[in-house]
């Protein structure tokens, strides 16, 4: 059985960062591109940012890019987002994907974690 764990989310102030990690188990995505969306309420899920297997390439929404770093360590079978200069229009719960069914311009993960809340505080 496929899980995906989220965890990191939380409480900050605006300025601040956070990390969030998500923690695959069930069969390695070291062949899959790994990423993150996030859902704020009464919002769809948009696309944040992901990693292809190699590593090659990366991808971010243009709302967080120079802002937020997308890694991944495929011995771990692990995806972090590392998100600085956080703003409260970046209050969402963010969710890890794995295994991408769209295109690099059009992310659709196949398996999804349960999302963590990051709230930033103005």
């Known amino acids: 059985q496929v899980q995906l764990v989220e965890s990191g989310g939380g409480l900050v102030q605006a300025g601040g960062s956070l990390r969030l990690s998500c923690a695959a188990s069930?069969?390695?995505?070291?062949?899959?591109?790994m990423g993150w969306f996030r859902q704020a309420p009464g919002k769809e899920r948009d696309f944040v940012a992901a990693k292809t297997s190699n590593a090659m390439g990366t991808y971010y929404a243009d709302s967080v890019e120079g802002r937020f770093t997308i890694s991944r360590d495929n011995a771990k079978n692990m995806v972090y987002l590392q998100m600085n200069s956080l703003k409260p229009e970046d209050t969402a719960v963010y969710y890890c994907?794995?295994?991408?069914?769209?295109?690099?311009?059009?992310?659709?993960?196949?398996?999804w974690g349960q999302g963590t809340q990051v709230t930033v505080s103005s």
């Open positions: 994907g794995a295994q991408n069914l769209g295109t690099t311009r059009a992310v659709r993960f196949k398996y």
């Open positions: 069930g069969r390695s995505f070291s062949t899959n591109t």
